[in-house]
């Protein structure tokens, strides 16, 4: 069953067009993983998505209502993760927790998402003070706050070490096992391939591909079964090119 169906989605920066007649459906409580050249498109086609930006034409349903008319229904089924500019660098982890607990009629508690994303021992320390792979959990828990339908994460891993990849993976994972439906943007292969059940290949303004990584696998590699070797395949283009 489909939770999000968008049909001839559009937007354009000025001259640029960066989204062309997207059309896409998600199925509920699936991973959804947007693969993609850096500068692609896959920021906007979030934020189009959680109705931070306005495309130019076209439609987003999701649990049957239209994000664009929508605003207030968006901020109680959809956890975003917030921009990092957005972390409040005086407050402590739970501080910081209960502050965008409150933005909420409903809520998970600051408690529960300190164990969600294993971040129990830290709950005291403040922001300034936390490494990389600390803030990236704070911010996908973050997302969590509301206990949302749809969770929206940005290239949720980038930057972080291998230990602090796994454990957001499994935070991932577990929202799966609950019903949740999660939508990310990845530039790293192993994750779209381990973690996603369904990879959109976003590529000169659309999802050129969707499928599970297997199929994509099967479909698309040629010398070698890799994902790798599917995406050089279908865009032409190889990792070295900028995918990140
Ligand atoms: P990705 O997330 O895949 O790196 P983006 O969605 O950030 O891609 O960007 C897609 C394209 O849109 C790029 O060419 C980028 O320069 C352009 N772009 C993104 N945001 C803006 C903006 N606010 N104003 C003008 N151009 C933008």
Redesign the pocket.
């Given at each position: 069953m489909s939770i999000i169906e968008i049909s001839e989605l559009n937007k354009s920066?000025g001259p640029?067009d960066?989204l062309e007649n997207i059309d896409l459906r998600i199925d509920k409580g699936t991973i959804f993983g947007i693969l993609?050249r850096?500068?692609?498109?896959?920021?906007?086609f979030l934020e189009c998505l959680v109705g931070l930006r306005k495309p130019d034409s076209g439609t987003i349903r999701i649990l049957d209502f239209d994000v664009l008319k929508n605003r207030k229904q968006v901020l109680e089924e959809i956890g975003v993760q917030p921009q990092e500019a957005s972390l409040l660098n005086h407050l402590t982890v739970y501080e910081i927790l209960k502050l965008f607990s409150s933005f909420y009629r409903k809520s998970n508690s600051a408690d529960q998402i300190l164990s969600q994303m294993s971040l129990e021992d830290i709950g005291e320390k403040k922001i300034n003070t936390l490494s990389v792979g600390q803030k990236r959990r704070l911010l996908v828990g973050l997302a969590l706050i509301p206990d949302p339908q749809i969770v929206v994460l940005d290239e949720p891993t980038s930057g972080v070490d291998p230990q602090i990849r796994v454990l957001i993976w499994e935070a991932i994972r577990t929202l799966k096992n609950n019903g949740r439906t999660v939508i990310l943007?990845t530039h790293f292969m192993d994750e779209a391939n381990q973690l996603c059940d369904t990879v959109g290949i976003l590529h000169e303004k659309k999802f050129i591909v969707c499928g599970s990584p297997e199929d994509i696998i099967n479909t698309y590699s040629t010398n070698e079964k890799t994902l790798e070797n599917a995406f050089i395949n279908i865009t032409g283009h190889d990792l070295r090119g900028g995918l990140d």
């Open positions: 920066y640029n960066v993609g850096n500068g692609v498109g896959k920021t906007t943007s």
